[in-house]
């Protein structure tokens, strides 16, 4: 008889934190404590709290451990699991209270935490709390009942009012209104018709779609289904990168499994409706999460955009209606069909309905997947739910939609985020990735990395964005470099404008976002950058200048041993400071490689960068 | 899959399974199992009351854990009761017998078996 269960995350996160090992010593102990007949070990997908992993939770208590190693699962067995006492150094209770109203870890719910407290989870409700191997689990949670649903009692235009009604917009990036395309593909006159699933995701720092399809498959699939029998479609396919080993394996025993069941194939729940999923694995081109050059993709050419329209509700996979959502939107939908379009639409904001998945990293206490109502502010996420910036250090902006989006500042940390408000302050929701930076990071720099990664990932095929962004590129070099002119600022916008307009597909057309939301907040910067040659961050190396402060130098040469560019030597004239036996050491700029090493050894604080 | 009555079955046949996870734990059996209360034989009063109150379908509500030793190693096992809005009802001696008869009076029924509690071993 199983008394306990103990959640040990399978996310990719926990994975590579050696999570694996961990199961597998747990198993052990347990059979040598003769638990294992009552202790059940259930691997699930990602519990969102990465930075504190590798993540256990044992149930029933529902205790949070964090941080666990190999070596501490023996005590959580003897312990916790024999004895019933919970292991309260490894617990995590980050509740955001002051440490004197802390209750102990026992009655510390994880809804109680702060990273949990605010979250609300739709699309990610599963996820840590199910087996995402196991199919009987995903239907206990009310699994495949929403297809059960549209299937008897639902006609196509019910299903497709549902979604009209819950406000649904594509979690994707566009933010595309879901219903409105599934009405556009169902009016399309066709034989045969596609449903797409984009889980493509590309963005740095992103991962919410990849902890969807590792912790709960099966949404995935009963929501294509759905869409399928609401278009008139029979067929599926899921665009998955190949980088996701983890998601693709899950997927596979999905569709296997709901394949068994009788859930995917043939006359489903005994009706007319048929439905089937393929998987194509990309990889890992940033343009193939671009719809068009996802079914190009799809159907085996090299993933390149095409214009549109005809859009793929019209004219998509192999010239058919095609519908394209991405993995979060579908995430959304079984629950509506069950719960309601009103349900959905309670939560969120006016133009923004429902929840999203946020990504949170960069400089974070709490790097995780967070998933919120639309209109929550950045400062509840950053302050709140991310516990902050570590080390003391100030918050500058956060980077939303990665390098299609652009920063918020600190300025407009307490605005609510929905698709409207992003927009107006020239950012975008994108696929969810937030980036915090701290005062450490320089704007400039941090545009360049961003149009880096867009020349590297331009497919080439319109001019616009193919040399535009290289230009743009130069030109953010050359300002880091030191060698900025004022007038560069004005080429810089008006190159951002042409690309922006001129660009085939969204990679384009969104890529001068980063370039043109750092001039909008952060021009001192820039500024700072071009006339100074200074840059206030100390990111820029070409303006960095490290220096040894005379007065405070030993003289023990602890750097001079350390410098890779032989660049610091006793000061020319031997001069001997008061009160110091050594004479002061110098740094020679000609030679300076700027790599800090000098500054890294010092014991005595004595060299600064300025 | 030809039914939502199959659905419904597996559903079912899952929902003691996942229990243990989504309980709302409004009533918390605790039994105590440090070295004393092992020794005493919590073992078989535990496993009692975690079938007893699947079978029972309570698993929803009612949560079954374990705690440490709370000192009265003489009356192990020791099983403490919480519930909402009502103070803790302690028993003492336990067996496997008793922690049936607890679950269909007091679980079930409300009534504590007061004849098992502390108050009645006459510390």
């Known amino acids: ?289 671009e719809e068009t050059a996802l079914l190009t993709s799809v159907e085996g050419n090299r993933g390149e955009p095409r214009p549109r329209p005809p859009f793929p509700a019209v004219k998509g996979l192999w010239g058919q209606p095609t519908i394209v959502n991405n993995v979060e939107t579908w995430a959304n939908i079984p629950q509506i069909i069950l719960k309601g379009a009103d349900w959905f639409a309670s939560m969120g904001t006016e133009g923004s309905k429902g929840t999203k998945v946020f990504a949170v990293t960069g400089k974070i206490k709490n790097t995780g997947l967070v998933e919120i109502p639309m209109g929550t502010t950045l400062r509840e996420i950053v302050e709140e739910i991310g516990g902050g910036v570590p080390n003391g250090k100030k918050f500058k902006a956060a980077q939303t939609g990665g390098p299609s989006g652009g920063c918020i500042p600190a300025s407009l940390i307490d605005t609510p985020i929905d698709y409207d408000n992003l927009t107006k302050m020239g950012c975008m929701m994108g696929s969810g990735g937030l980036i915090v930076m701290d005062e450490d990071t320089c704007m400039v720099d941090m545009a360049k990395f961003f149009l880096e990664f867009t020349v590297d990932e331009s497919c080439g095929k319109c001019s616009p964005c193919r040399i535009g962004t290289m230009r743009l590129l130069e030109i953010l070099k050359k300002i880091t470099d030191g060698k900025g002119e004022m007038e560069d600022l004005d080429k810089l916008e008006e190159l951002a404008n042409y690309i922006k307009s001129a660009s085939l597909c969204a990679l384009g057309q969104t890529a001068p976002n980063p370039v043109l939301s750092t001039l909008r907040f952060f021009r001192d910067e820039y500024i700072a950058h071009i006339v100074e040659k200074r840059c206030p961050a100390g990111v820029c190396k070409n303006l960095l200048q490290y220096t040894i402060d005379e007065d405070k130098c030993k003289g023990c040469k602890l750097c001079m041993k350390n410098c890779p560019g032989n660049a610091i030597s006793i000061n020319a004239a031997g001069e001997v400071k008061e009160g110091k036996k050594l004479p002061y050491l110098v740094i020679d700029q000609s030679k300076c490689v700027k790599c800090g090493a000098c500054m890294d050894n010092c014991k005595f604080g004595a060299i600064f960068k300025k | 899959m030809k039914s939502l009555a199959e659905l419904q079955a597996i559903k079912n046949k899952m929902a003691d399974k996942v229990a243990i996870r989504t309980s709302s734990g409004n009533t918390r059996i605790v039994v105590g199992m440090a070295t004393c209360g092992i020794a005493a034989g919590a073992r078989p009063v535990l496993n009692a009351f975690v079938e007893g109150i699947s079978e029972a379908g309570l698993g929803d509500d009612v949560i079954v854990t374990q705690t440490g030793c709370i000192g009265i190693c003489q009356y192990e096992p020791v099983v403490e009761v919480f519930e909402k809005d009502r103070e803790k009802t302690t028993y003492v001696k336990m067996t496997a017998d008793k922690a049936k008869e607890v679950i269909e009076k007091h679980i079930k029924g409300g009534s504590p078996v007061t004849e098992y509690t502390i108050g009645a071993a006459q510390l």
């Open chain 1, 1 to 289: 008889m199983i008394r306990s269960h103990v959640l040990v995350c399978g996310g990719t996160g926990c994975t590579s934190s050696g999570s694996k090992a961990i199961r597998e010593k747990l198993a052990e102990e347990l059979k040598a404590k003769g638990l294992d007949e009552e202790v059940k070990i259930v691997q699930t997908g990602c519990f969102g709290l990465c930075e504190h992993g590798p993540i256990m939770i044992v149930y029933p208590e529902g205790t949070f451990y964090s941080r666990v190693t190999v070596e501490d699962v023996p005590e959580i067995v003897s312990e916790h699991l024999l004895k019933g006492r919970i292991v309260e150094r490894l617990a995590y209770t980050d509740t955001g209270d002051k440490e004197e109203e802390k209750k102990p870890a026992a009655e510390i719910s994880l809804s109680d935490t702060a990273f949990y407290k605010k979250q609300n989870r739709v699309a990610l409700r599963n996820c840590g709390v199910i087996n995402p191997e196991s199919i009987d689990e995903y239907i206990a949670m009310d699994g495949y009942f929403a297809l059960n649903k549209v299937l008897t009692e639902m006609t196509p235009d019910d299903v497709i009012k549902t979604m009209l009604d819950s406000g649904l917009r594509g979690r994707g990036g566009g933010g595309f209104p879901t219903g409105r395309k599934w009405q556009f593909a169902k009016a399309s006159v066709s034989d045969k018709k596609y449903v797409v699933c984009n889980a493509d995701e590309g963005d740095p720092g992103a991962f919410m779609d990849r902890s969807v399809l590792e912790g709960d498959p099966h949404v995935v699939l009963e929501a294509m289904a759905i869409a399928g029998y609401a278009i008139g479609a029979d067929e599926g396919w899921i665009y998955v990168r190949a980088e996701y080993p983890i998601a693709v394996k899950r997927l596979n025993i999905a569709i296997e499994q709901a394949h068994e069941y009788g859930l995917l194939g043939k006359n489903i729940f005994g009706t007319d409706f048929s439905f089937d999923i393929h998987l194509r694995l990309g990889a890992g081109a940033f343009v193939c999460g």
